[in-house]
């Protein structure tokens, strides 16, 4: 490991931004290197190594030898003295595209799980998904949910005997594997606080995605094990009642939600409870304007519980891949702007707040017009990632993509990778899947069954995969 303290460190941790100096992070990488300079042009090209994939995470070796007109023997002498170099390490994992690294593909490096997906070797997912959901109260125009589509209530006791089995074999060796989203909406299942108290018992810190139309007194009453959750990640789609009308069609749905958020506060500071809380926001086309109004807001639910202000705060496009999903160009021309004002404002009215603006939109806030990774049906894997993450409905069947688990969905049953009940764990369904080489021929269409997870996973398991066709070996995938 190549180490220094100097003071030029931030001169290299810098030199993937926008702002940064490249020249002058080259001099420091060659000051650094010293003796053990391979040639005159080392430090040049780990720089731009770093500016390569602080940028692009996803480049296959061979490209960036390309850019670099360096060969194989030389690109990876590169990478081996670049991952031993911790300044440069810093500036590809804080680059624009950061975010990918440090959310996604370096914890999963760690795991062992891509390694798994590319030698087809079974191994529990590292990211569970549970849909309890059995219907859902909103129609938002943005997703991909079949109206009227729901579950049988009869599917409700057995959906949550087989839950409560999939909990008892869940590996507790990451107290965060397990989530509660949909699918539909996890709240209007009346056995969700069971399983959120068994999982607790268990030491799963779970987290809830709702819509937090349901989260009333009555709910939390009839479920106390809600209060057993880790965090409760509110979705918002709107700032009014007439824009939550627009996306979700029901009626003065906003001042619902705004209500029961605001008495979640008190309550959960009355009993002090641990249980976090936080938005996730959509900048749909034509909003981004309205960042303004969501400080407002959260403003107004810090003052309903001062001393426990909203915890966290997630920030991001529409991922899905409508042709009317993604923001038009003059309004995404502002958005640097725009997310800067908003920082300004946040700082303000709730500086405890830990906002996440995903991947597209921090490169955006760092002034690089980053467009969003969009997998499509050629780039998708046939065999998909199951020992990364599943998802599981309220009938056990087990999907491999994040947004195909609505009921009714056209061509999504053919991601179902099985099904788990009583004589079937999802260790099974997933070792089955794995061993047996099953794979779905992905159709037009497919690519919106997953979410920016599934696609960032995709692409760099594609990335993996081209790196070890073109034989780079252990130096495949870059960093890890
Ligand atoms: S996006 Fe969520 S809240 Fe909206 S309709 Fe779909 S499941 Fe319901």
Redesign the pocket.
Known sequence: MIVSTDASDDVIENCAMPHGDPAAAVRAVDRLLGARRPDPSSAADLVRLARIYGTEPFTPLSEAARVLGADRERLTGLVALFREIPQLRRAAENGPAGKYWHNTVLPLERSGRLDAVVTSTPAFPSSVGFYP?PT?????H????VTGARYDPADLVPGNEMFASVIDELPTDNPHLAYLS????PLTNPGVGDLVARAGARGFALTT?T?A?ALTDQTLARQPGLWDLHAVRT?L?GLDDAEYEA???KKNAFSRVRDNLKRFQRLRAERESPVRLGLSYLVLPGRSGRLVELAALIAELNEAAPARPLDFLNVREDYSSRPDGALPPAERAELQDTLLAFDERIAQVAPTLDVDYGYALESVRMGVDARLLRIVPETMRPGAHPQVSVQIDLRGDVYLYREAG?PDLPGATRYIAGTVGPRTSLHDVVERFVTSGSVVTPVAGDENLMDGFDQAVTARLNQIETDLADGWGAARGFLR
């Not at 859902?136 to 938002?140: E, I, P, V």
């Open positions: 959901g859902c109260m909103f129609r938002c943005f997703c991909v949910r949909g699918g539909l909406e995605y819509n139309f979705s789609y996306t979700t069609g609505f």
